[in-house]
């Protein structure tokens, strides 16, 4: 009666088993994988090893120049916008490049360019450099900042939702001014380049699988025998991601740079402010 049993219950198993086979089913389930990695995550500013940024800036700038004859013999104060006419608006467009070398390591590649000119009929005794210029000149002036910057990032936290990243910049950069009278064929140019370093934090929140939050800052300040100076980049961004290679943000940026100098090349002051809104689109892999 039990071999009859234990028979009958043997066939009926092997007759479920071919049905299921008929039906293009596995006669059992298969095999859990305990060692399979977890699955990429979605494409964001975490996840991507690879990001190119077309952005266009508008920021309200302010400058101001004291260009001195030597270190004893200061130059007058001046605004580049107020005094010599240079705009105080700017429409700027730049390109910023991201590569995530390995899960926590990125290095990000930004290039700074403002060019402006100005005239001005002065209203005041200004020295500046060597020359002097009179009340009732009119001048024409023209100013070239450009800028260089190579920024290392470690993240210390990386979650599946949000990043924060610390490093160091290294930043080279180049300012070139000029004003001169041309009714008197007199005017006055100045040149000064250089490095410097900055320390940077960066860090994003993923708010939903489309939308995220940015924002970054580098911070310097430091002298040597001849030049004290600071600088300070502080930026905040919300991007869309529309397609999984391609977002679209809107963000805004202050910068401000200060530098005072007693060397042979540029003796004087410079500072300079921007500010303002931006829109960016963002390709990444």
């Known amino acids: 009666m039990v071999r009859s049993l234990t028979l009958r219950s043997l066939c009926l198993l092997a007759l479920f088993a071919a049905t299921r086979a008929m039906a293009g089913e596995p006669a059992t389930e298969p095999p859990r994988e305990l060692l399979k990695p977890p699955e990429e995550l979605k494409k964001n500013p975490i996840t991507d090893r690879f990001a190119i940024s077309g952005i266009y800036y508008q920021p309200a700038v302010e400058t101001e120049i004291r260009f001195d004859r030597s270190p004893l013999l200061p130059?007058?104060?001046?605004?580049?916008?107020?005094?010599?006419?240079?705009?105080?608006?700017?429409?700027?467009?730049?390109?910023?490049m991201m590569f995530r070398v390995a899960p926590k390591h990125r290095v990000r590649v930004d290039f700074y360019k403002m060019t402006r000119k100005g005239e001005a009929t002065l209203d005041e005794l200004v020295i500046f450099g060597d020359d002097v210029f009179l009340p009732g000149d009119d001048v024409v002036s023209s100013m070239d900042l450009r800028m260089l910057g190579l920024t290392y990032n470690y993240s210390i936290f990386r979650r599946e939702r949000w990043e924060l990243a610390l490093g160091l910049g290294l930043h080279l950069m180049e300012i070139k001014g000029e004003a001169e009278v041309p009714a008197r064929f007199t005017g006055e140019t100045f040149d000064t380049a250089g490095p410097f370093a900055t320390v940077a934090a960066d860090g994003t929140f993923l708010i939903t699988k489309r939308f995220s939050f940015n924002a970054r800052a580098q911070y310097f300040t430091g002298n040597s025998s001849a030049v004290d100076g600071s600088y300070g980049n502080y930026h905040a961004?919300?991007?869309?991601?529309?397609?999984?290679?391609?977002?679209?943000?809107?963000?805004?940026?202050?910068m401000s740079m200060r530098i005072d100098s007693t060397d042979v090349d540029f003796s004087g002051r410079f500072t300079l402010k921007t500010r303002g809104p931006e829109a960016f689109v963002r390709m990444s892999f």
């Open 75 to 96: 130059g007058t104060p001046i605004s580049a916008e107020d005094t010599l006419g240079m705009d105080d608006e700017l429409n700027q467009g730049t390109v910023q």
């Open 237 to 254: 961004d919300v991007q869309f991601r529309a397609w999984p290679n391609l977002a679209f943000g809107l963000g805004y940026t202050s």
